[in-house]
């Protein structure tokens, strides 16, 4: 089994190919912990300059990153082929090789979002948001986000003169002009969840894009929920002018978009007959006051045989009424209580009438 320095190789994870770099499953032999190595050959035959310099810079923003969704940075080492970055090992895979239920997809927009607010606070941009670069644990439900290669700060300049990022996942302006900004992470992002929501593969996403360059969020309309539809448009939006400002906004409006949904589900999930519509309603109402129409003539002609028996009848007949009056006025009217007043109301009917008898 193959070794470097320290590290023993387990597992290959990925290679990419056009830019000659390996990462591999290790573990160090010295503590016996699992970690990941990307190696950049410098000797490889589709190694390129761009490969290393992009495993140059994400080890430089790896070291000031400090967040528990993203992976930490340990060392960095120059081994006999080429350079290589070592980094914490997550047990997880990543999304594009996942099947996801819509409430998985919901942790990751959120937890992807938290960490896209850390990287607004410190300047940096992502700029490969997508699912393979997206980690979910199915058992802690903890979802990551890795390779930084292609990051940069966002005050370092307003436009890329090389075209990095993955296309299909790209916002408009960072394909077309180059515009990098944290707007276009959440493009990416919104990207990403539309592959998650609509289960195609990653690369087939670009063949989704109309001619404008729109990818057709309400194709997603069986899958989900309108408030997270409207969100999800809002993060796809082609100007970014009309997208979310900054990550926590997006986050903000997307826990809102989830309380309507679930109230949604709640008034939805109600069993048959639990919520009236407005005809059993109304039906309800008029068997209670044919009710009350037939009891009131037997009360006056109760009054002068009876009046202590009667006078505590109307009681009972008022705390009823009352209680009637409440839960008719209060919305959704229950059918549950509205036919328990009435079977009082009966019984006591029908107790007063043998009382006459």
């Excluded at 190595?37 to 035959?45: N, S, T, V, W």
């Excluded at 923003?61 to 080492?77: A, D, E, M, R, T």
Aim: aromatic fraction near 10%.
């Amino acid at each position: 089994m193959q070794s470097i320095n320290n590290y023993q190789i387990e597992s290959i994870l990925g290679q990419n190919h056009n830019q000659g770099r390996i990462t591999y499953k290790a573990i160090d032999t010295k503590n016996q912990t699992t970690v990941v190595i990307k190696q950049f050959l410098f000797a490889g035959k589709s190694s390129q300059w761009s490969g290393y310099k992009s495993l140059e810079k994400e080890i430089n923003i790896l070291q000031k990153l400090h967040h528990p969704k993203i992976p930490k940075y340990i060392k960095h080492f120059d081994s006999e082929n080429g350079v290589c970055l070592v980094q914490e090992y997550i047990k997880a895979d990543n999304c594009e090789i996942q099947k996801l239920s819509r409430e998985e997809v919901y942790q990751i927009a959120v937890q992807i979002l938290e960490i896209l607010n850390y990287l607004e606070a410190n300047n940096l941009v992502h700029k490969d948001i997508k699912p393979a670069n997206i980690l979910w644990d199915k058992k802690t439900y903890d979802a990551y986000l890795v390779d930084f290669g292609m990051s940069s700060y966002s005050h370092s300049s307003n436009a890329s003169s090389t075209l990095s990022g993955t296309v299909g996942f790209m916002a408009p302006e960072q394909l077309f002009r180059g515009e990098i900004s944290p707007k276009g992470d959440l493009y990416s992002l919104g990207a990403s969840l539309y592959v998650l929501f609509s289960k195609i593969p990653s690369n087939q996403l670009s063949n989704q894009l109309d001619s404008r360059w729109q990818i057709p969020v309400t194709s997603l309309k069986n899958q989900v929920p309108d408030p997270i539809l409207d969100w999800l448009q809002t993060l796809l939006e082609n100007d970014k002018k009309n997208r979310f400002s900054q990550a926590k906004i997006a986050l903000a409006e997307l826990r809102k978009a989830q309380s309507k949904q679930y109230i949604i589900q709640q008034v939805k999930s109600q069993p048959e007959g639990l919520i009236l519509s407005e005809e059993q309603e109304a039906t309800d109402i008029y068997v209670v006051l044919t009710m009350i129409l037939i009891v009131v003539p037997t009360i006056f002609f109760a009054v002068s045989v009876f009046p202590i028996i009667t006078a505590l009848f109307l009681i009972a007949i008022s705390i009823v009424g009352i209680c009637l009056l409440y839960d008719i006025q209060s919305k959704p009217v229950r059918k549950s209580i509205l036919k328990t007043a009435g079977y009082i109301v009966l019984f006591l009917f029908l107790v007063f009438r043998l009382i006459l008898l």
